[in-house]
Each structure stands twice: as C-alpha cells, then as structure tokens.
C-alpha cells in the first residue's frame, strides 16, 4: 500500500508540473507499390489541473489507510 500511495503523490506532483505532453505521428497515406506518401501528425495530450490534484489526495489517503492498518 506504501508504495501505491508513493506512485500516486509522484504522479499527481507530475501532472501538477506538466499539464500534458505531445507527440508526432506518422502517417501512411498512400501504399502503391514502389510509391508511398507519408504524412506527420501532430498530436497533443492534456489533463485537466484538477486531476493531479486528485492524484496526490488519494495517494495521501492510501498511504493513511495503511499505516492504520498496520
């Protein structure tokens, strides 16, 4: 339980810092024979502030409810 709590505070400190991440793609768009035409695609993943927010609760509360079990 230690360490999931551990994992979820780090993760939502994460998420609190970076507000998402984006990437490049690339596309096959046309495969004829010896002929190929490719395209980059540009792609952008976010989450809301209030997710890593979340994150970093239950990661608290995780941790409080094994050290009371223990």
Known sequence: MKTLGLILIVAGILMLIFRGFSFTKEKNIIDAGPIQLNAKEKKNVSWPMYA???????GVVVLLAGRKKA
């Open 52 to 58: 890593g927010g979340i994150a970093v609760a239950a």
